[in-house]
């Protein structure tokens, strides 16, 4: 096993100011630096208004990661939250459905969200701070309302479904609320999906920005608030010897998997209407790629990361359809246990042509990726629940390994979910009389060196939009360049039916076929 001795330079964060819940994720400390270079422990004052005040997200993301953050004291006394939804419900009734489900999270220890005990302080600070408006997203009244209460700095929260975006953005405009007046901001967070395509992608963001500035909007993709992907950055950039293997003339192809073990579980009508590909590939996949494709950003500062990532995406040619595969998953077996299809679970249609499974190979037009394949795949009800990046390396040109049989490619994987770590498979003599080369893996796991209380990702993502560091949001840019990518396939998927793959397995044939026609093979999906 390599050990990377990090002990030493978490000792040298920990002494530096750097928010607490930062230290708890074990950030880079690059990126510390220049957060505690402000001098600011907490966040500012600040009213944190939700739309979506009685939904899944508020319950199950949103409040527990205002308790992480309130239990690290980076919520300002001043701190509160306006919920807003339609449903009748108080102050009173609002905090004590949510003091429910709070402590509901302290039976599950394999849910998003667990801790043994509710932090009485921590859960007091913020539920004390929480008031309800009840209202209809698009009426009026709750934006004269929110006039009457709101001043002062302002995080406005869209954890709505997606077609009240613009009318919501736009709302806030004519009302004045997001008009920022000197030393105060009004901010608007937006979740995904940001459109179902380019064209929807560019008619929302041209109705946002007539309301107000892109630096005002921060549109979320929770994949970036995972601290194994924010950490790929480090491993590239800070260790000397990645970056110059980190290029065509070594890597032989790239593979990026997400797959996942549960069904759409009661989600059916909005997969329905989103597949596999919509739901994943260019938003959660691309922050990946953009991971380990960008070039080196000129600083850790919010435009210099977000203009390479846009350049990287503008650099991706768009997807024709045979480069791709989509799949369905039928009846079958996934860890033992029994499941339907996807056409038998809850609000899907008997006769469904949604795809469950998607797989794209990618092409990079710049100097350091041309000619390297980047084979994506996602699914639903696979084999494994695994996250992770491996780039596969060209076997040794050079005497006096080049041309012998090896057992097998040299591999580096980012592991990102459920192990969070990183791992390289290698080559080396077995040990005899003769020179004999045998499969070795050095790994190391990031438990082993930081340690990380529970926390759902939008500590990190609220907490940095609430100081106006935007490198964790995507740029309207950015999103029109990734839907680019994709939008040839998602006309070509409009037409056909995807080809069906039984619970449990790795994906339908035909994805195996899109690596096969190059000679190459998916990685086997393992948990470990
Ligand atoms: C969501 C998708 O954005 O990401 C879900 O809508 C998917 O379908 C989820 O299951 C995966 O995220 P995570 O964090 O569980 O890997």
Known sequence: MVSFDVHASERVMNEQARPAAATRQGHVPIRLEARSSSGTRCAPPCVLVIFGAAGDLTKRLLMPALYDLAGSHLLDQSFHVIG????DNSDEGWRASLTETMQSFTKDPTAEFYTPKIDPQAWGFVRGRLTYLKGDFIEPDIYR???RRLSGNVVFYLAINDRFFGPVVDRLGESGLLKQKEGEFRRVVIEKPFGRDLHSAKVLNAQILKQADESQFYRIDHFLGK????????IRFANALFEPIWRRHYVDHIEITAAETIGVEERGAFYEATGALRDMVPNHLFQLLCMIGIEPPRSLDAE????????LMQQVRPVPPGNAARGQYGAGSVQGRQVKAYRSEPQVAPESRTETYAAVKLSIDNARW???PF??????????RQTQIALVFKPASSPPFAGTQRPAQDILRLQIDPVQGMKMDLSAKVPGPTMRLGPVAASFRYNDFFSEPPNVGYETLLY?????????FQRADYIEASWAVVDPLLEAWAEGTPQLYASGSAGPASADELLG??????????TT
Not at 375 to 384: D, H, Q, S
């Open 304 to 311: 210099a990361f977000r203009d390479e990532k846009a350049r």
């Open 145 to 147: 309302e929110l006039g």
């Open 517 to 526: 026609r190059d000679g190459r093979r998916w990685l086997p999906l393992e």
């Open 227 to 234: 601290e194994t992907v924010e950490s790929i950055l480090a």
């Open 464 to 472: 940095d939009c609430m100081m106006g560091d935007a490198t964790l």
């Open 84 to 87: 807003i939804d339609r449903a």
């Open 375 to 384: 084979y994506l795949r996602t699914g639903k009800r696979l084999a494994a």
């Open 370 to 372: 041309a000619g390297v």
